[in-house]
């Protein structure tokens, strides 16, 4: 949907992972009015500084705290021609993309307009001579100065009420090869992601589910890749999908890597296998990702259920198929050297 530039060595975290919190329109205002407060305080007991020179004081801090404050707004908040498309298609569930640059780009022209309002004070500023005069300009000044700020409280408001929103973005870097554990729910998908990354894989929010994403790392002498239990999508068939759902579900073509795609074979499995065949048929319509099949929980399985389920994979062209305990850790080191070898190639 979206033509993007993006630079690739700055995708090791999410864009939005360290973005400061920015304050509402009338925490901007008050900021204001309390610093404009100990300014006078300052120079009303200076003998040093002339009439001109305190008017000119006022006027520059009030432009200095609306200056700094659009500047760091628009030069910390990442730009969306800068995103990668995973980043921008999750921007646009979480916050919309539209509002959010239009924000942005009306905050951009904003500032411009403060810098010429300032420039053009001083310039008369330095024309008055008495008293009254430089009030006159000053109050002016400083009365347009606030009139850009409340001309774009819309803007500076919803910036502000979109900051922990970002940050609950996953930080997920879409150009490191990845593998994807996807299959119905209690099929053992994050005990998957735990078996075969990282010890302690990060847990993290996801925005549009009200589950935690857990995300690790294969790590190996010359390779570091990425595993992620993706909680609430890839565990429904896509007709049961809200919108919301959806875009998530193609925020993660974005993602280079392969699938895994979970079986839960025991006696006790929630679900039948008709179902799980299901959601594999919607995942292989969606994603053109390789994808390799495990049967999990095989310390425990259904001996009948999973001949049936092997057959109906080969059938569908699955000629590997991984038999594992995720818990137990069986069949768990043969399965890894497997996406290790796949994951390499993609690099």
């Keep these: 949907m979206y033509k993007t530039k993006f630079s690739r060595d700055k995708l090791l975290a999410s864009p939005f992972e360290n973005i400061s919190k920015l304050p509402t329109y009338e925490e901007l205002k008050e900021r204001i009015s309390n610093r404009y407060r100990k300014l006078n305080q300052k120079l009303e007991i200076?003998?040093?500084?002339?009439?001109?020179?305190?008017?000119?004081?006022?006027?520059?801090?009030?432009?200095?705290?609306?200056?700094?404050?659009?500047?760091?707004?628009?030069?910390?908040?990442?730009?969306?021609?800068?995103?990668?498309?995973?980043?921008?298609?999750?921007?646009?569930?979480?916050?919309?993309?539209?509002?959010?640059?239009?924000?942005?780009?009306?905050?951009?022209?904003?500032?411009?307009?403060?810098?010429?309002?300032?420039?053009?004070?001083?310039?008369?500023?330095?024309l008055a001579k008495r008293s009254h005069e430089l009030a006159e300009v000053r109050r002016s000044c400083?009365?347009?100065?606030?009139?850009?700020?409340?001309?774009?409280?819309?803007?500076?408001?919803?910036?502000?009420?979109?900051?922990?929103?970002?940050?609950?973005?996953?930080?997920?870097?879409?150009?490191?090869?990845?593998?994807?554990?996807?299959?119905?729910?209690?099929?053992?998908?994050?005990?998957?992601?735990?078996a075969i990354s990282t010890a302690k894989p990060k847990i993290s929010p996801y925005p549009f589910t009200t589950k935690n994403l857990i995300l690790g790392h294969i790590i190996g002498p010359h390779y570091k890749f990425q595993a992620i239990d993706t909680p609430g999508l890839l565990d429904r068939p896509l007709?049961?999908?809200?919108?919301?759902?959806?875009?998530?579900?193609?925020?993660?073509?974005?993602?280079?890597?392969v699938i895994v795609y979970l079986f839960d074979v025991s006696i006790t499995s929630y679900y039948t296998l008709e179902q799980q065949l299901h959601v594999l048929s919607d995942i292989e319509k969606s994603f053109n990702k390789r994808i390799i099949v495990a049967l999990n929980k095989i310390d425990a399985m259904d001996k009948n259920k999973t001949d049936k389920l092997i057959q109906i994979l080969e059938n569908k062209?699955?000629?590997?198929?991984?038999?594992?305990?995720?818990?137990?850790?069986?069949?768990?080191?043969?399965?890894?050297?497997?996406l290790i070898f796949e994951l390499k190639a993609i690099t």
């Design 239 to 257: 007709s049961e999908r809200n919108p919301i759902e959806l875009q998530a579900i193609m925020a993660l073509k974005h993602v280079k890597g």
């Design 46 to 126: 200076s003998k040093e500084m002339s009439i001109k020179a305190k008017e000119i004081a006022r006027i520059n801090m009030v432009y200095d705290v609306l200056k700094n404050y659009f500047e760091k707004t628009i030069y910390t908040l990442p730009h969306v021609d800068r995103l990668h498309p995973f980043y921008l298609d999750l921007l646009d569930i979480v916050v919309g993309v539209n509002e959010y640059r239009k924000s942005i780009i009306r905050l951009s022209k904003a500032l411009r307009i403060l810098s010429n309002i300032r420039k053009e004070c001083l310039n008369i500023m330095r």
């Design 142 to 194: 400083i009365g347009r100065l606030l009139s850009v700020m409340k001309r774009n409280r819309k803007y500076i408001d919803f910036l502000a009420s979109i900051i922990f929103k970002l940050k609950t973005i996953p930080s997920i870097d879409p150009e490191t090869p990845t593998v994807i554990v996807a299959g119905m729910p209690q099929v053992g998908k994050s005990t998957l992601v735990k």
């Design 317 to 338: 062209g699955y000629v590997e198929i991984f038999r594992i305990s995720a818990l137990k850790g069986l069949g768990i080191v043969e399965l890894k050297n497997k």
